[in-house]
C-alpha cells in the first residue's frame, strides 16, 4: 500500500552531520505519521524519532539534542537532521509511515534501510 524510499545515508566523522530524507508514494490518502528507526549489527530495531500529522515528535533519549525530526507531509515527506554525530549512531536507519489508504484503511510500511556509518 505504501513505498517508501530514504536517502541521505553515508559515511562520516564523529562530530559530523548528516540529513535522511524518505519519501512515500502509493495509495496514500493522507499520513498519520512517519518516523526513523535504527538497527545496528547484533541489536534490535530502536525507535529514533517520529513525528505525526499534527506535528507531535518522539525522540529517544540517546538522540536528544542531536537530531531533529522534520516533516512535508505535503509530499509525504519526513526529514533526519542527525547532528554532533557518535560512532554509536552508526546502524542501518529505516523510515517508516503510518497512512490512510484511499480505502480509508490504516496502513503501514518500512523503507528498504539506508546506512550511516560515524567513523572515530
Known amino acids: 500500500q505504501v513505498h517508501l524510499v530514504e536517502s541521505g545515508g553515508g559515511l562520516v566523522q564523529a562530530g559530523g552531520s548528516l540529513r535522511l530524507s524518505c519519501a512515500a508514494s502509493?495509495?496514500?490518502?493522507?499520513?498519520?505519521?512517519m518516523g526513523w528507526y535504527r538497527q545496528a549489527p547484533g541489536n534490535q530495531r530502536e525507535l529514533v524519532a517520529s513525528?505525526?500529522?499534527?506535528?507531535?515528535?518522539e525522540c529517544s533519549d540517546s538522540v536528544k539534542g542531536r537530531f531533529t525530526i522534520s516533516k512535508d507531509f505535503a509530499k509525504n515527506t519526513v526529514y533526519l537532521q542527525m547532528n554532533s554525530l557518535k560512532p554509536e549512531d552508526t546502524a542501518v536507519y529505516y523510515c517508516?509511515?503510518?497512512?490512510?489508504?484511499?480505502?480509508?484503511?490504516?496502513?503501514?510500511?518500512w523503507g528498504q534501510g539506508t546506512q550511516v556509518t560515524v567513523s572515530s
Open positions: 517508516q509511515a503510518v497512512i490512510y489508504t484511499v480505502s480509508g484503511v490504516l496502513s503501514a510500511g
Open positions: 502509493g495509495r496514500i490518502f493522507s499520513v498519520k505519521s
Open positions: 513525528i505525526t500529522s499534527g506535528g507531535s515528535t
